[in-house]
């Protein structure tokens, strides 16, 4: 059963915290630190390295409120097949009722079901203008997303 307080808008912003992109998700379970999102894009098609994401394709998102990243699983809004994972490093989100608000700094893995990945975004990172500390945090969160890849544990379903 979906109640209510399983509803929750999610809210992307850039590196000086302006909104650049809302939508709408399902709280599926929590823990602790994290939060499972069931959510479905809203933006147009965009196909890049590989894959193309469309307009209505189901994302299963982790956030954590104590991690430097998320994880978005993304499914074919046809078939339901995985496409890929996509891993923003952000600084942690912030969960209000309602709401996850998450700050992007632009470095992202870009992971295929195959077991391949991709850093992208590093020429983007490296323009960004970020305390140092936050730099560190940043450059940790990709060292942990890349291990993850390169260990499999990336690669498994979120849940």
């Known amino acids: 059963m979906i ?11 850039n590196a000086e915290r302006e909104e650049t992109w809302r939508y709408n998700g ?14 479905f894009f809203n933006i147009n098609d965009v196909t890049f390295h590989g894959i193309t994401i469309r307009r209505n394709d189901r994302s299963i ?7 430097w990243y998320n994880i978005f699983e993304i499914h074919d809004r046809e078939n339901d097949n ?5 891993c923003n490093v952000t600084k942690p989100a912030e969960f ?4 996850i608000a998450y700050v992007d700094l632009a470095l992202d893995v870009l992971a295929y079901p195959n077991g391949d ?3 992208l975004d590093e020429d983007e990172f490296h323009e960004l203008s970020l305390e140092p ?7 940790n969160a990709l060292t942990q997303l890349v291990k993850l890849a ?10």
């Not at 209000?96 to 709401?99: D, H, K, M, S, V």
Request: no cysteine; aromatic share 10%.
């Open 117 to 119: 990945y991709l850093v």
């Open 82 to 86: 995985l496409k890929a994972w996509y």
């Open 133 to 139: 500390v936050i730099r560190a945090h940043a450059n």
């Open 3 to 13: 109640s209510e307080s399983n509803q929750v808008t999610i809210i992307k912003m």
């Open 61 to 67: 998102e982790r956030f954590f409120d104590d991690r």
């Open 26 to 39: 399902r709280i599926i379970s929590r823990s602790p630190h994290s939060l499972l999102v069931e959510a």
């Open 150 to 159: 390169q260990s499999g544990e990336l690669f498994k379903p979120l849940k």
């Open 96 to 99: 209000t009722p309602g709401q």
